[in-house]
């Protein structure tokens, strides 16, 4: 299928290498066209998909307009977990080794339970 690109010449157009593991309006980031939410992470970076209009375009800024308190975006439901497309692992912050790490689904579901139980013992 051939899409349609909302193209401005100041931008190339870069192959993802990952993207975020929720979706873009799980961020706040809508379609900067329709004002929809019915978008999805395009294949190209910095752009996202949009189902109602059928093209990738920037979107809106969303929570990345900001400085994003991790914290509070955390108590909104928000992750910014990674989804490596070529690895095709989930690239997770590890704030104890100061590093990323890629981990597989099992690993990362294992991960994620160690990091909440420590997180409630607080
Ligand atoms: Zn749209």
Request: proline share 3%; net charge positive; glycine share 6%.
């Amino acid at each position: 299928m051939k899409k349609k690109i909302n193209r401005s010449p100041k931008i190339t157009l870069k192959k993802r290498t990952w993207h975020y593991i929720q979706d873009p309006w799980e961020y706040e980031v809508k379609c900067d066209k329709c004002g929809g939410n019915n978008v999805q992470w395009s294949e190209f970076e910095k752009f996202i998909w949009c189902e109602d209009c059928k093209i990738d375009t920037k979107g809106t800024e969303g929570v990345f307009g900001g400085p994003i308190p991790i914290e509070a975006a955390g108590l909104l439901g928000m992750c910014f977990d990674r989804w490596d497309m070529r690895k095709k692992k989930i690239i997770v912050y590890d704030r104890k080794k100061k590093k990323d790490l890629y981990l597989t689904l099992k690993q990362y579901r294992t991960f994620k339970e160690r990091v909440c139980s420590e997180e409630s013992n607080l």
